[in-house]
């Protein structure tokens, strides 16, 4: 949803049912329920987001960032910041988990190292 939401700039309530609708039915209804939380919770807090992964990325803008890697960081800011329950090395996990599987190796390392530094300093780093 966010990789679709990033690249089409719909309003996200267009992106969610399209989504929906186009992926098999969940047959967890609170899978689904989390997937939902999750791609609302980044979308409100895009900025935020947005802005930390600006301070940590060094010579890398966030426009030139390919769309699969920076829709996995916002993700797993996220929930870094925004989903105690989600401990910070499951989060990290699940979001190299998705960029071995749709991005490559290389992105793996540079994700887990910008994740990594937002769990220990991100707080710090955020707007005011």
């Given at each position: 949803?966010l990789?679709?939401w990033?690249?089409?700039?719909?309003?996200?309530?267009?992106v969610?049912e399209?989504?929906?609708?186009?992926t098999?039915?969940?047959?967890?209804?609170?899978?689904?329920s989390?997937a939902?939380?999750?791609?609302?919770?980044?979308?409100?807090n895009i900025?935020e987001?947005?802005?930390l992964?600006?301070a940590?990325?060094?010579?890398w803008?966030?426009?030139?960032?390919p769309a699969?890697?920076?829709?996995?960081?916002r993700?797993?800011?996220?929930?870094l910041?925004?989903?105690?329950?989600?401990?910070?090395?499951?989060?990290?996990?699940?979001?190299?988990?998705?960029?071995?599987?749709?991005?490559?190796?290389?992105?793996?390392?540079?994700?887990?190292?910008?994740?990594d530094?937002?769990?220990?300093?991100?707080?710090?780093?955020?707007?005011?």
């Amino acid at each position: 949803m966010l990789f679709q939401w990033d690249f089409g700039r719909n309003a996200p309530e267009i992106v969610q049912e399209l989504f929906w609708s186009n992926t098999r039915p969940a047959e967890d209804e609170a899978l689904r329920s989390f997937a939902n939380q999750l791609f609302w919770g980044t979308v409100r807090n895009i900025e935020e987001i947005d802005h930390l992964i600006r301070a940590y990325t060094e010579r890398w803008s966030l426009e030139r960032m390919p769309a699969v890697d920076r829709n996995i960081l916002r993700l797993g800011i996220y929930e870094l910041l925004h989903q105690p329950e989600t401990p910070p090395a499951v989060a990290i996990n699940e979001a190299l988990e998705i960029a071995r599987k749709f991005s490559g190796e290389e992105a793996v390392q540079f994700l887990n190292g910008i994740l990594d530094r937002v769990r220990k300093e991100g707080i710090s780093a955020r707007p005011a």
